[in-house]
T-cell receptor, first 114, second 118 residues
Framework: AQSVTQPDIHITVSEGASLELRCNYS??????LFWYVQSPGQGLQLLLK??????LVQGIKGFEAEFKRSQSSFNLRKPSVHWSDAAEYFC????????????FGTGTQLKVEL | GAVVSQHPSWVICKSGTSVKIECRSL??????MFWYRQFPKQSLMLMAT?????????EQGVEKDKFLINHASLTLSTLTVTSAHPEDSSFYIC??????????????FGPGTRLTVL
């Protein structure tokens, strides 16, 4: 069974500081990996995704993530956080080659201090 | 592109009534739509997967007679919460995956519907 672990429930960073949100997955084959962001009361917006190829993927809003197969990780990073980045971040994994089910982590709540 | 809408965005109903939530793909045809439920400060839990023209596939523990899903067209899926009770209060989010969608298993999410049952 596939699973996603986001070890940090809450993270607080100062505006302008760098950010790394952790994501570890368990999956029997090469997965599709996603990071989504959710603002309060809103749906999910895709930040970036990894399917294959370059293990460092660039996303929207200055985010990037690195796929590390040996560590089963897909950590999200941003070099300089803005106050508007405060939100809930979800990592998700899905099967390759199509298929349906996305499995989400429990999310990391990001707070940005001014 | 790839916009998904939900209606209503929030609804309050009395216990025992039924509520219908619509999920529409606005600029693409969605062969598959998904319904998730999210409790406060928790992750999304997949409730069911619906494919256009066929019966929905429900996740374990989800009552199919309680949560009726219809996917009658390539742009519309509906979730009806029947005989709603306060414990059904939640944030319901749909997502859609398009036909011949590049990038594999990407789903596009709607903005969610906040259901409050009194």
């Amino acid at each position: 069974a596939q699973s996603v672990t986001q070890p940090d429930i809450h993270i607080t960073v100062s505006e302008g500081a760098s950010l790394e949100l952790r994501c570890n997955y368990s999956y029997g084959a090469t997965p599709y990996l996603f990071w989504y962001v959710q603002s309060p009361g809103q749906g999910l917006q895709l930040l970036l995704k990894y399917f294959s190829g370059d293990t460092l993927v660039q996303g929207i809003k200055g985010f990037e993530a690195e796929f590390k197969r040996s560590q089963s990780s897909f950590n999200l990073r941003k070099p300089s956080v803005h106050w508007s980045d405060a939100a809930e971040y979800f990592c998700a994994v899905g099967p390759t080659g199509g298929g349906n089910k996305l499995t989400f982590g429990t999310g990391t709540q990001l707070k940005v201090e001014l | 592109g790839a916009v998904v809408s939900q209606h209503p965005s929030w609804v309050i109903c009395k216990s025992g009534t039924s509520v219908k939530i619509e999920c529409r793909s606005l600029d693409f045809q969605a062969t598959t739509m998904f319904w998730y439920r999210q409790f406060p400060k928790q992750s999304l839990m997949l409730m069911a997967t619906s494919n256009e023209g066929s019966k929905a596939t429900y996740e374990q523990g989800v009552e199919k007679d309680k949560f009726l899903i219809n996917h009658a067209s390539l742009t519309l899926s509906t979730l009806t919460v029947t005989s709603a009770h306060p414990e059904d209060s939640s944030f319901y989010i749909c997502s859609a995956r398009g036909v011949n969608q590049a990038g594999g298993n990407e789903q596009f999410f709607g903005p969610g519907t906040r259901l409050t049952v009194l």
